[in-house]
């Protein structure tokens, strides 16, 4: 790999690609789910305004994954 | 312990032996449901402590949160590396198995499409930000006097507009390029400096859904992008495999909305 590629694998990945995808993408089955997609938002939206830290805060947070 | 709650992490194929989960939310165990046709990936998590009330007044608790989104994460990565598997998104909270299996029965023909959408493919990741030596030398073009100053200033202004106009292209292709060795591809929004804690500017945020078999292929391509690209003040990042979280369900259609 060159210098000028970054790359890593999800062993560090970083908080706000985590958020991106696993709160913003992924799959919304409606039914008798407990949180409507309303609330879905709702997550969403407060998350942004508080996500500026997060990068910060993501160091405290253990990895503990294991490779598959 | 009493009362629980089913957390749906993603669904696989019916009849899918798949044992070995990393620890679930909460470090609950974590197995496959078959229902359905359909095997579902859940874990039962205590009532107490992730119910709705809960949910709501952790939204902005990015601790939280965060824990809760990677241990998600971790299952679905496990996951994904065994077998083809439709990510949930967070919240995904049932009151019961029973009620999860009307869900997956209700859904059935979506989530058998996106069970063929993806299978064998997984998603990746490239990101191209401006470099920030390039910005350094953009702003280094200042001069002495006032009058040299304000025509420097103006030239250099031009120049950067050509300069991100060119930028803008070359990104373009960088997107369409990789598309090219891809199954389906998205351009999300760029992350925003403030939330990704990077100082260079984010230009393309691309999600690729790749054929595990042309993976080398797709990584070999991102690196000769990135040495090529290197003079032209951009720096390429590749990660992944991802479960395909931009490829199933509505996302990739508001993913691709939300291009511009």
């Known amino acids: ?68 | 312990m009493d009362e629980t709650i089913v957390h749906a992490y993603g669904v696989v194929d019916g009849n899918e032996p798949l044992t070995g989960f990393p620890p679930g939310i909460a470090d609950t165990h974590v197995w496959v449901f078959d229902a359905e046709g359909f095997g579902a990936i859940v874990s039962r998590l205590p009532a107490e402590g992730f119910g709705i009330q809960d949910w709501e007044q952790n939204a902005s608790n990015v601790s939280w949160l965060g824990r809760v989104a990677r241990q998600h994460h971790e299952v679905l990565q496990y996951a994904c590396m065994n077998t083809a598997v439709i990510p949930m998104r967070l919240p995904s909270l049932y009151r019961s198995l029973e009620s999860l299996a009307d869900t997956l029965h209700a859904a059935s023909d979506r989530l058998m499409q996106d069970l063929g959408r993806i299978r064998g493919k997984l998603e990746w990741a490239v990101k191209v930000y401006r470099t920030p030596k390039e910005e350094r030398a953009a702003a280094a073009e200042g001069s002495t006097s006032g009058s040299e100053y304000l025509l420097g200033r103006s030239r250099a202004l031009s120049a950067r507009s050509a300069d991100r106009e060119q930028l803008r292209e070359r990104v373009g292709e960088i997107h369409d390029t990789l598309g090219e060795v891809s199954v389906e591809y998205v351009r999300n929004q760029p992350q925003d400096a403030a939330l990704s804690g990077r100082r260079e500017q984010m230009l393309l945020n691309g999600a690729y859904l790749v054929n595990r078999v042309d993976e080398p292929h797709f990584l070999e391509l991102v690196s000769e992008i990135a040495d090529g690209s290197l003079a032209e003040g951009v720096m390429v990042e590749v990660n992944g495999p991802w479960p395909a979280y931009n490829f199933t369900g509505d996302a990739g259609s508001i993913a691709a909305e939300a291009v511009r």
């Not at chain 1, 970083?14 to 709160?23: E, K, T």
């Not at chain 1, 407990?34 to 990068?55: E, F, M, N, Q, T």
């Not at chain 1, 993501?58 to 503990?64: A, H, T, V, Y």
């Open chain 1, 1 to 68: 790999m060159s210098n000028a590629l970054e790359k890593w694998s999800n062993e560090q990945v970083a908080l706000v690609d985590l958020i991106d995808r696993v709160i913003g993408g992924g799959v919304v089955i409606t039914g008798d789910v407990v949180l409507g997609i309303a609330d879905v938002d709702l997550v969403y939206l407060g998350l942004r305004l508080v996500l500026a830290p997060a990068h910060e805060v993501d160091q405290s947070i253990p990895l503990g994954r294991r490779s598959a």
